[in-house]
């Protein structure tokens, strides 16, 4: 096996025994990717020599004994959307194609603290908007499963990148699926954490209420070490948790006997693929022969978590990108009259469709006289989805289903059709709505050979079960081994 | 018709905080453009506010101190408009669940003592400033003053002129200098006051409409336009016409106001709860706190000038109407036994002094203590009180202690009996006409004989013993 195809932990395994270097390791990654980016568009900035340098560095701190951390020469990437210091951040948006930040995200500083290597950046829908990688400024991701396909979205580029072998692993974000979709489109693993558990500081917002960093990953395993290099509490971030946080590798233990999970059963009828409801269901039956109690229930407020959510993020949205203005950073269009008219042409040509479209929406649901309408409504459906899972979970420790009702589709397929495209989110939002921990795992194939994600569902703070669940799964299954051919 | 004015204030105030409210950043006045930034206050990509307690515990201060009950859960909104002085385009604000409500402060106006409601008192966070460049080409902006907070208080429609509202700003300001949360420097624009005004008939219980002017930085302005705009809308209504409901923009130079935008042009500021921020939580404990950790407030400070000084209501009423004239005069008092001469010189020519230079009471260039020692001297007869005032003069232009100046200057008191009654044979010499006046009965002619004598000794000569010495003179002549 090539050295970019392994997992983090076996990577650090050969790390740790002087086995490979972490220039190797890196010189390795950076291979694959200028053999195989070209066909997938998964990176934005590629950041080769430095992070060469880079792993350099590291190596001689490795070689004084100076690192302990499992993480120590792991060649990844991050989201564009991932704040970096001297490294162009655009969120896959021509309004920021000229922005480098001057300060890290939290998460970027964690993972330099571990002694990652950083490879690049990697491409999203602009602004985190859309599920399928299609609506970012520079380029289209193609699934690296199959190339007519999209890798889902909106952290597309992060997914493809492990599922090709052109990261150790990835970082992206996750406002309503944007982790989970493309992992499942991808065969990954990607989680999304609680809301509060990995801080927002630098992460560049969508909809702040919702947003959630989170890991994509070759397997459970590495998910864990991941998990425990980015969470934690953030002064720099107000809506960060201050609680205790466990070592999520603990919770790499091969027993489900006794844990109850729930199958919502609006999460597995109209709109599920037969193929996808038909992995979901084996699923089940796999975990019941290891001794979990598996059994469906109803999650009643489902079909208004679409709603409610493009509700409340368009709203968020539409106040959170008022600062691309071209006043102080970013595009500020060639020539304009005055202030009114230097706005308006610098949000229009700055803008893609689909965020342009976000923005509207988002005024129009928080404009006098339609707010209690629509906002207002929308966050009392939040309380009330929030209601509904507290209730579930009063019963349940964890609970299964689809991250996404089809397996991946063709490019160009739904890019003219955004409705269509907005109830592919259908099992995802609710997570995000409610602020739970979320995670997907490869659970199959349909017959056109492309990975099925099971989503696994937790209570606030309880993602070491959701990673006791998953990973019991992966040693009895051979889904996760799989790599993608390209 | 008789037209009666109905005023409502909102004033802001930036707190003295150390840091902004939402980042470290510091706060100071007047550093050079854009030099008291971070990618916080300057809303760039990514970045997260966190709020800085003190200025809660600040407003908390202002709440308390003007009788205003404090919210123990309210929070924090977004307020959602384009300028290029508002880096995020939307300021941090409160909505509908504002830190302080339902308070008031007593004024005294025409007629006696006035309560004035206060609406609310909430939390929010300054803009920039745009300016032009020399060579008019563009617009430059300062990023300084971004995050800078304030706390907004809203009054209700309470005032009935211009003389009222003034009367509320000054005691406002008062109370919160005394309260240590802003230095209230209006020049600096660490207070700004929007005026909300409507006029009606004498009688007239429904309200009129009413505009809003903005932004107006001294009271002088504020005055000027209540005057003004009340005028204007008078004379619309005198014509048969209908008052518009809109924003107006006062302008200071030409005197009138000028229509900026009507209510159906109004900004929607499409607020909604502020999501990066968690929910503010004053709770009983840190609020007993705060109460407790209030100075003593203009009003507890007046009477107690009253009983403890035995200063007359007005000598209290003037000193505490001003912080730093207070804590000055409270200096002074304290190191001598004779709290109404010092009351006497801090109101008259310590007051008047300041008022030619253009000064304020903390610009006092000598310690509150010089005061003190300055009315010992009188008291003791060692000066007169005419010298005193020359002596006070020279404090201000010297910095001295007044026994350094006295003895420098000369300004002893002359006491020699000899000497005086030269001075009092001259003064009789020169003024034969004012003589004879006096001997015809007419005893206010002593003052003037008194007076010149004083003249003769520059003002130095102990007064109870020249009058005494040119009464004798007198009397003798008489005889």
């Known amino acids: ?486 | 018709m008789e037209y009666e004015i109905i005023v409502g204030l909102e004033v802001h105030v930036e707190l003295s905080t150390k840091s902004k409210i939402y980042c470290s950043c510091t706060t100071d006045f007047g550093g050079e453009a854009n030099t008291y930034i971070c990618p916080v206050c300057t809303g760039m990509p990514g970045v997260l506010p966190v709020l800085n307690k003190k200025v809660v515990e600040y407003a908390v201060r202002a709440g308390l101190a003007t009788n205003c009950s404090i919210a123990e859960y309210s929070k924090q909104d977004r307020k959602n408009y384009f300028y290029p002085d508002l880096p995020k385009a939307y300021q941090i604000s409160q909505y509908d669940l504002p830190l302080c409500q339902n308070g008031y402060i007593d004024i005294e106006a025409e007629g006696g003592t006035k309560r004035i409601g206060i609406t609310r008192i909430h939390i929010e966070e300054d803009a920039g400033k745009l300016m032009h460049d020399e060579h008019e080409t563009g617009t430059l902006i300062d990023y300084n003053r971004c995050g800078v907070p304030l706390i907004e208080v809203v009054t209700g429609p309470d005032m009935r002129s211009a003389q009222e509202a003034k009367a509320f700003v000054e005691s406002l300001r008062n109370i919160l200098q005394y309260i240590d949360v802003s230095d209230c420097k209006m020049q600096e624009g660490s207070l700004r006051v929007d005026v909300n005004l409507s006029v009606r008939p004498k009688g007239q219980k429904e309200l009129g409409t009413r505009t809003e002017m903005k932004n107006l930085n001294s009271i002088r302005s504020m005055v000027r336009a209540i005057e003004g705009e009340a005028k204007r809308q008078i004379e619309v209504i005198e014509n048969g016409g209908f008052i518009v409901q809109e924003t107006r923009r006062w302008d200071e130079h030409k005197g009138i106001s000028y229509s900026m935008r009507t209510k159906e042009e109004a900004h929607d500021y499409r607020y909604f709860p502020e999501p990066d921020l968690m929910p503010i939580v004053v709770d009983e404990k840190w609020k007993e706190e705060i109460r407790r950790s209030l100075p003593e407030l203009p009003d507890a400070r007046r009477k107690r000038y009253i009983t403890d000084y035995g200063l007359p209501e007005y000598d209290a009423t003037i000193l505490t109407g001003s912080k730093a004239l207070a804590d000055f005069f409270e200096a002074a008092a304290i190191k001598c036994n004779n709290p109404k001469a010092v009351s006497n010189f801090i109101l008259g020519d310590v007051s008047r002094i300041l008022n030619d230079k253009g000064m304020e009471a903390e610009d006092i260039p000598f310690p509150a203590e010089y005061i003190s020692r300055l009315v010992k001297l009188v008291d003791k007869g060692t000066i007169s009180i005419t010298i005193a005032k020359k002596v006070l003069e020279i404090m201000f232009e010297q910095k001295k202690d007044p026994e350094a100046i006295v003895k420098e200057e000369g300004l002893e008191v002359v006491s020699d009996e000899k000497a005086l009654a030269e001075v009092v044979k001259k003064v009789i010499l020169n003024n034969e006409k004012s003589v004879q006046d006096y001997k015809k009965g007419q005893n206010k002619v002593f003052g003037f004989l008194v007076g010149q004598a004083m003249k003769e000794t520059g003002g130095k000569a102990n007064p109870q013993l020249l009058n005494k010495l040119l009464k004798d003179e007198l009397e003798k002549k008489d005889l």
């Not at chain 1, 900035?45 to 070689?63: N, P, Y």
């Not at chain 1, 991250?403 to 991946?408: M, V």
């Not at chain 1, 995802?428 to 795992?441: C, D, E, F, Q």
């Not at chain 1, 194939?445 to 669940?469: A, W």
Request: glycine share 8%; charged share 25%; hydrophobic share 35%.
């Open chain 1, 1 to 486: 096996m090539e050295l970019y195809q392994l997992t983090v932990h076996e990577m650090s395994d050969l790390i740790k025994r002087k086995k490979i270097s972490a220039v190797e390791l890196a010189q390795s990654v950076l291979d694959r990717i200028n053999a195989v980016d070209e066909k997938i568009g998964s990176y934005i900035t590629v950041l080769g020599d430095e992070a060469l340098k880079r792993a350099k560095k590291v190596q001689e701190r490795i070689d004084k004994g100076e690192v302990k951390s499992p993480l120590a020469g792991i060649p990844m990437a991050l989201k564009d959307n991932i704040c970096t210091e001297n490294v162009k951040t655009t969120c896959a948006s021509k309004m920021l194609d000229n922005f480098i930040p001057p300060y890290d995200a939290t998460v970027s500083k964690k993972l330099y603290n571990e002694d990652t290597v950083l490879l690049g950046k990697l491409n999203m829908d602009e602004f985190a908007m859309g599920a399928s990688t299609e609506n970012s400024y520079y380029k289209v991701t193609r699934n690296p499963w199959d190339l007519d396909r999209v890798p889902g979205g909106s952290s597309g580029g992060s997914a493809a990148a492990v599922a090709a072998g052109m990261a150790g692993f990835a970082l992206g974000s996750d406002t309503g699926g944007s982790i989970r979709q493309p992992a499942s489109f991808c065969g990954v693993v990607g989680m999304k954490p609680t809301y509060g558990v990995v801080s927002r500081f630098g992460l560049i917002a969508f909809a702040s209420s919702m947003d959630q960093i989170g890991p994509l990953t070759k397997d459970v395993t590495d998910c864990a070490i991941v998990l425990n290099a980015i969470t934690g509490y953030d002064p720099m971030d107000s809506t960060s948790a201050d609680v205790k946080y466990p070592d999520y590798s603990k919770a790499l233990i091969n027993d489900v006997k006794g844990f109850k999970i729930g199958i919502p059963k609006e999460y597995i009828d109209n709109e599920a693929n037969p193929e996808v409801k038909k992995a979901v269901l084996d699923v089940a039956e796999t975990l019941k022969n290891l001794g979990a109690l598996v059994e469906e229930f109803s999650l009643p407020l489902t079909c208004y978590a679409v709603p409610a959510y493009y509700i409340i993020s368009s709203a968020e949205a539409s106040s959170n990108l008022s600062r691309y203005d071209g006043i102080k950073y970013g595009y500020r269009a060639k020539e304009y009259t005055d202030l009114m008219d230097l706005y308006m042409k610098t949000r229009s040509e700055g803008f893609g469709v689909e965020v342009k479209r976000r923005i509207l929406l988002g005024t129009y649901a928080l404009s006098s006289g339609y707010y209690d309408e629509y906002y207002k409504k929308a966050l009392q459906v939040r309380t009330l989805i929030k209601n509904d899972f507290k209730e579930a979970f009063e019963k349940y420790d964890v609970l299964i289903g689809p991250a996404a009702p089809t397996t991946a589709y063709k490019i160009g397929e739904k890019k003219e059709k955004p409705l269509e495209m907005y109830l592919g989110d259908i099992y995802t939002v609710s997570v995000n709505i409610a602020g739970l921990p979320a995670l997907t795992i490869p659970c199959g194939f349909d017959t056109n050979r492309l990975p099925i994600g099971l989503q696994l569902i937790g209570k606030p703070f309880d993602e070491s079960t959701l990673l006791r669940v998953a990973y019991t799964f992966e040693q009895n299954t051979e889904f996760h081994k799989i790599r993608a051919r390209i």
